[in-house]
């Protein structure tokens, strides 16, 4: 099984702040990045799909959320946290299953 | 509106069996494969079956397999999942998912969830 890391596990940031989760696979795979996805989940919600692909904003999704790929490492940046950010977000891969999450970044309000 | 809504959960006790079931709206369920994720209280999201578009094949977590069963009626545009055996640890929010196969095989819709819990 793949095995995605994240961190840190938790944030404090204020409004306005950039805001940077890193999310690792625990095997290297050159097209991983095909099928990484990134979802924000608020309590008592389903998760929402921010991007997919690494890179791709879902539709509807604000452009200050931002995601890329650096040497294996994988990358979710928000620019200018809004209130409605706070939450905990998740990294995904799908390229095989079980189709892994990492265990969440949680944000929020300092 | 496009939609899914998840029904069958509720208080079951250990060994005991439960079929959850998702219903699409607003969209033919037909045309994608779909999943469950589960979420025990204060975790994190757990990967637990697929199913394909046309319901003939399917693959399970490990933590499920032989014990769950994942199926699909696209007349009825419903996926159920089957549940016998259940144990504590089953305990969780079940979701039904919607899957983007041409991006990235992203989990782009998802139901509210419906509370499943094992306990004597």
């Known amino acids: 099984d793949i095995q995605m890391t994240q961190s840190p596990s938790s944030l404090s940031a204020s409004v306005g702040d950039r805001v940077t989760i890193t999310c690792r696979a625990s095997?290297?795979?050159?097209?991983?990045?095909?099928?990484l996805n990134w979802y924000q989940q608020k309590p008592g919600k389903a998760p929402n799909l921010l991007i997919y692909?690494?890179?791709n904003l879902e539709s509807g999704v604000p452009s200050r959320f931002s995601g890329s790929e650096s040497e294996s490492d994988f990358t979710l940046t928000i620019d200018n946290l809004q209130p409605e950010d706070f939450a905990t977000y998740y990294c995904?891969?799908?390229?095989?299953?079980?189709?892994?999450f990492g265990p969440g970044t949680k944000v929020d309000i300092k | 509106e496009v939609q899914l809504v998840e029904s069958g959960g509720g208080l079951v006790k250990p060994g005991g069996s439960l079929r959850l079931s998702c219903a699409a709206s607003?969209?033919?369920?037909?045309?994608?494969?779909m999943h469950w994720v589960r979420q025990a209280p204060g975790k994190g999201l757990l990967w637990v079956a697929r199913?394909?578009?046309?319901?003939?094949?399917?693959w399970y977590a490990d933590s499920v397999n032989g014990r769950f069963t994942i199926s699909r009626d696209n007349a009825r545009n419903t996926v159920y999942l089957q549940m016998n055996s259940l144990r504590a640890e089953d305990t969780a929010v079940y979701f039904c998912?919607?899957?983007?196969?041409?991006?990235?095989?992203?989990?782009?819709?998802w139901g509210q969830g419906t509370v499943v819990t094992v306990s004597s």
């Open positions: 692909g690494t890179s």
């Open positions: 607003g969209y033919s369920l037909g045309g994608y494969w």
């Open positions: 995904q891969q799908t390229y095989t299953t079980p189709f892994t």
């Open positions: 998912v919607r899957v983007q196969a041409q991006r990235g095989r992203s989990f782009d819709l």
């Open positions: 199913i394909t578009s046309d319901g003939s094949r399917t």
């Open positions: 095997q290297t795979i050159p097209t991983l990045g095909i099928n």
